[in-house]
């Protein structure tokens, strides 16, 4: 019951949506001319759609705080106002809190705790924050909200039913990169919703960072952690959005915070490969001593060594002005489908290249603006964004923006630069594309490639070429058969229909049959019409992590 009121709940609410969206393309979703909107028109429905996406709680709260940051799925003005959904939720009550509390501790508040506060601070989509005291320390107790793992399960099966229709009328790569982007939600959520992966993150970055005296993450209680609660040392601080009579007193330098967090974020995604994926000011805390403090370590992104060398290759041929070179390494890093041929994705490069060579020429270009240039690029052009360079935008036009709230004429593009100088070592050590194995690797390539065209050309002589079609081309041959065939046969049916009909109303005289009878012989035509000429596989099939019949309590 629970199940079927939610669902209706959420398309009642979703669906005049999606149908607006997809009639901004077909004026009549699958026919027509796009209509005419006014940039008024989509201010009023992206501020509708906020307010629904934040009463349908925590799920599509966080989805939407993904989409915010991806303008080659939605464009502005929606992303600015579904940008401003945060997890300022109104708490649980303290009674239901504490059973949660209860039942994973197994053990009443006051015998586990010496003291507790049961005033949050802060409350989350997915949990909330108290202090406490144990062991004679302040300690911050992370309570996962009760019932929230079933809520986002539901809604995230609702999600991929919607896709799967989405994918299976209106196949086009802001469908399948709106799918690609749920899918990873649906793990990430999943890690979240576990304390115990998030314990896990701050140990490991722990071990990346043994004497840095620049950075702080809080230590666990491992004995009082469990999957729905994590105790930790409490860490006091400022925001990092309110540090402006530090800086006007001279207690802490602008200069020296923004590259010691650049600097942070470089090392990380590009030289260990594990990077804090939300870095947004409410969990960023900077201590008297300066040392800054980073909270929430349940978003956190593991970038393995080839993704790191692909990106630092794609990084090359774009300085370079190297095309084939960045076609390529698009490819690699899955930018691109592999259906889509060379000749389809070239003009998509081009403009690429000519916003870097923009940036190349201009020393005050914003990050935020190059990120969104590219990215509508990538709204225009079938290009999917892969979630490491989704996660790396994110995260730097989050840090540009700490910056310009302090100095309208931060040089966040600058600075990077300085800080990619400063870890240009480490990365090519890391990555492997140091100067002498990257004399082997093209040394090995050219041997490959000789070695390669002396084959074909030997098979040529030898009149043993052959040529061997991709299962997959197979498969796609196959499925339009079998929708030729049930083409065939509706048609068949719509006509046989008809001639039934028209008997029957010869005999009968009955004006009600003949007109059912010639509605549904309408209905079966206008389905041979409507049956896309692709059909998409199900999304769910290939769906990692929320399940909803997980049971976690």
């Given at each position: ?139 911050a107790v992370k309570v996962l909200r009760p ?215 201009s020393s005050r270009e914003r990050i935020q ?185």
């Open positions: 019951m629970r199940r079927s009121i939610r669902t209706i709940s959420v398309l009642s609410r979703l669906t005049p949506f999606v149908v607006a969206f997809l009639r901004d393309r077909r004026r009549f979703v699958l026919l027509g001319r796009p209509p005419a909107r006014s940039p008024r028109h989509h201010e009023r429905r992206a501020q509708r759609l906020t307010k629904v996406l934040a009463g349908l709680g925590p799920t599509f709260i966080k989805l939407a705080q993904l989409f915010s940051s991806r303008a080659d799925i939605l464009p502005e003005p929606y992303l600015s106002h579904i940008g401003t959904l945060q997890d300022q939720v109104p708490p649980d009550p303290w009674e239901s809190v504490a059973r949660v509390l209860e039942s994973e501790l197994e053990g009443s508040v006051a015998e586990v705790f010496e003291e507790f506060d049961t005033e949050p601070l802060a409350a989350a989509s997915l949990g909330q924050v108290y202090r406490a005291r144990v062991g004679g320390e302040d300690v019932g929230v793992e079933e809520v986002v399960a539901l809604d995230l099966e609702i999600s991929f039913r919607v896709l799967f229709w989405l994918n299976v009328l209106f196949r086009n790569h802001h469908v399948r990169a709106l799918t690609n982007l749920v899918r990873e939600f649906s793990v990430r959520v999943r890690e979240e919703m576990d304390f115990r992966h998030e314990a896990e993150n701050m140990e490991v970055f722990r071990k990346f960072f043994p004497d840095e005296g620049r950075v702080r993450i809080p230590t666990v209680k491992d004995e009082f952690t469990r999957k729905r609660v994590l105790v930790m040392e409490y860490c006091s601080g400022t925001k990092i959005d309110r540090l402006q009579d530090r800086f006007d007193s001279g207690d802490l330098r602008f200069t020296n915070m923004m590259e010691t967090l650049t600097g942070l974020y470089v090392r990380t995604m590009m030289v260990d490969g594990f990077l804090h994926a939300d870095p947004h000011p409410g969990n960023l805390l900077v201590q008297e001593d300066g040392r800054i403090v980073l909270l929430d370590w349940g978003m956190m992104l593991r970038v393995p060594k080839w993704t790191r060398e692909s990106i630092l290759n794609l990084a090359l041929a774009v300085e370079k002005e190297n095309l084939d070179g960045m076609i390529n390494g698009m490819y690699q890093l899955g930018m691109i489908s592999p259906e889509v041929s060379r000749g389809e994705i070239h003009e998509a490069a081009v403009e690429i290249m000519r916003i870097m060579e923009r940036v190349r020429g603006e190059i990120v969104e240039k590219i990215l509508d690029t990538f709204y225009t052009f079938p290009l999917l964004l892969p979630q490491e360079l989704v996660y790396f935008f994110r995260t730097t036009v989050l840090l540009e923006g700490i910056g310009y709230r302090y100095d309208a004429h931060f040089d966040g593009l600058g600075l990077l630069r300085r800080v990619l100088g400063d870890f240009r070592s480490d990365i090519q050590r890391t990555t492997g594309r140091d100067p002498g194995n990257l004399a082997m690797d093209l040394l090995s390539e050219v041997q490959s490639t000789v070695a390669s065209i002396r084959d074909l050309i030997l098979r040529a002589q030898r009149e043993e070429l052959r040529v061997r079609v991709h299962p997959r081309d197979i498969q796609g041959q196959e499925r339009v058969l079998h929708l030729q065939a049930r083409r065939l046969l509706l048609s068949i049916f719509a006509t046989g229909t008809a001639v039934i009909t028209a008997v029957l109303f010869i005999a009968l005289q009955n004006y009600w049959l003949m007109a059912g009878g010639f509605a549904v012989s309408l209905f079966m035509f206008l389905l041979v019409f409507l049956i896309p000429t692709h059909l998409l596989e199900n999304p769910l099939r290939h769906a990692r992590g929320i399940r909803p019949d997980d049971r976690y309590y």
